[in-house]
């Protein structure tokens, strides 16, 4: 059986992963200041974070159309697929995979939706494992992505409560209070909620703490060290966490700047990472 896999660009995949698993990512779309982008088109990673704290109006995102996913999955099965896999970033937290669960209703079944329940490389690195097992079949690459993600942990210290305020992802007075304690949120997403579990007052402390969260996470498969537009902090992060667990580390490590879908409601200067245990 061949398989063909889709996801979308929350996936967070480099694109040389992308190429190398011949993976169908669907662009998630960013508003910004009334003009619709592509995710990862129109307006780069970098300069998204740069101007973020300045914009007139605060960016919006949406998930791409029931047709897009459609002509997604009627290409794999034109170009030789006998089945499509389509996994997604969390249901709780976008339309997306609700979205595919409804352009898949027109190839009966052939083609089976996932949620991740997750999102960035904790999506992605589901992705990788449905790509790798592949060849084996269906139920092998199914499999492959239940054991991922009961292996996986996503952490981050976001910079600030303003932007989860403002995307409205959390009551407005908590947001203010944050604020004005200049608290540093950090936050465990798992079973496709985001769950606040430290909150600290300043980069260090929630550098430090985030660093107490990497070291429990015992041996790992995979590891992926996230930011939004913090490239430095992310650095000094990793040099910490190969120079005190190079044992328990995989030979790849991904260093990814945050798709600014996800960045829009994070906002910029936050650090995380996303592991897969052994």
Do not use: W
Not at 125 to 136: G, H, N, P, T
Not at 155 to 177: K, N, Q
Not at 221 to 238: K, P, Q, S
Not at 243 to 259: C, F, K
Request: net charge neutral.
């Amino acid at each position: 059986m061949k398989l063909g896999i889709v996801t979308d660009s929350t996936c967070d995949l480099p694109q040389v992963l992308v190429e190398q698993h011949q993976l169908e990512v669907v662009p998630s779309i960013l508003i910004l200041e009334g003009q619709e982008y592509l995710d990862g088109s129109g307006v780069s990673r970098d300069e998204f974070y740069k101007r973020l704290p300045n914009f007139k109006t605060h960016p919006t995102t949406a998930a791409p159309s029931i047709g897009e996913f459609a002509r997604r999955y009627q290409k794999l099965l034109d170009n030789g697929c006998d089945h499509v896999i389509s996994i997604h970033a969390a249901g709780t937290l976008t339309s997306m995979v609700n979205n595919a669960g409804q352009a898949a209703k027109e190839f009966s079944d052939r083609v089976t939706v996932i949620d991740s329940l997750s999102l960035s490389l904790g999506l992605g690195f589901q992705v990788l494992a449905a790509a790798e097992s592949a060849e084996d079949g269906l139920d092998a690459a199914l499999n492959s992505i239940e054991s991922t993600r009961k292996r996986l942990r996503v952490f981050a210290a976001l910079d600030t409560m303003e932007y989860l305020r403002r995307s409205g992802r959390v009551p407005g007075t908590i947001a203010l209070l944050g604020s004005l304690l200049s608290i540093k949120p950090i936050v465990e997403l798992a079973d496709g909620e985001v769950k606040a579990i430290r909150a600290v007052r300043t980069t260090k402390q929630a550098n430090a703490r985030m660093m107490s969260f990497m070291r429990t996470s015992g041996s790992l498969e995979r590891l992926a060290i996230l930011h939004t537009g913090a490239e430095a902090r992310a650095r000094e992060f990793l040099n910490q966490i190969m120079n005190e667990m190079s044992q328990s580390l995989p030979r790849d490590i991904l260093m990814v700047n945050v798709t600014t879908v996800i960045g829009t409601h994070v906002g910029p200067n936050a650090l995380g990472f996303a592991v897969v245990r052994k």
